[in-house]
């Protein structure tokens, strides 16, 4: 009996909700949420800057490596070109000696 009135009299000692010091207490607490808030917020958008600074970095890395890449493929293309056209023009030089030897020929006979 003497623990149940012991918690009574702890419970009516107990500061009420309208209370100066609790009122105060609240408002701290509300102060320190507000301002955890604040900060996860802050983190938040730090972050979405961040992701988006990298999709920006990313993006302008494959555009180099895309162009590095094209520039690499026309460069072969071009050497491809070169390497054909100079192997039509030796097979021509080539059938003209030949023709030049047949004609030689012919003319001795």
């Given at each position: 009996?003497?623990?149940?009135?012991?918690?009574?009299?702890?419970?009516?000692?107990?500061?009420?909700?309208?209370?100066?010091?609790?009122?105060?207490?609240?408002?701290?607490?509300?102060?320190?949420?507000?301002?955890?808030?604040?900060?996860?917020?802050?983190?938040?958008?730090?972050?979405?800057?961040?992701?988006?600074?990298?999709?920006?970095?990313?993006?302008?890395?494959?555009?180099?490596?895309?162009?590095?890449?094209?520039?690499?493929?026309?460069?072969?293309?071009?050497?491809?070109?070169?390497?054909?056209?100079?192997?039509?023009?030796?097979?021509?030089?080539?059938k003209e000696?030949?023709?030049?030897?047949?004609?030689?020929?012919k003319a001795?006979?």
């Amino acid at each position: 009996m003497e623990a149940k009135q012991r918690l009574l009299a702890k419970m009516k000692a107990a500061p009420k909700a309208d209370d100066p010091e609790m009122i105060a207490k609240r408002a701290e607490r509300e102060a320190i949420a507000k301002a955890r808030e604040e900060r996860r917020a802050e983190r938040e958008r730090v972050k979405r800057e961040e992701q988006a600074a990298r999709a920006a970095q990313e993006a302008a890395d494959a555009q180099a490596a895309y162009e590095a890449e094209n520039a690499e493929r026309l460069a072969r293309e071009e050497e491809d070109r070169l390497r054909a056209e100079r192997a039509v023009a030796d097979m021509a030089a080539m059938k003209e000696k030949r023709d030049k030897r047949y004609a030689a020929r012919k003319a001795r006979r």
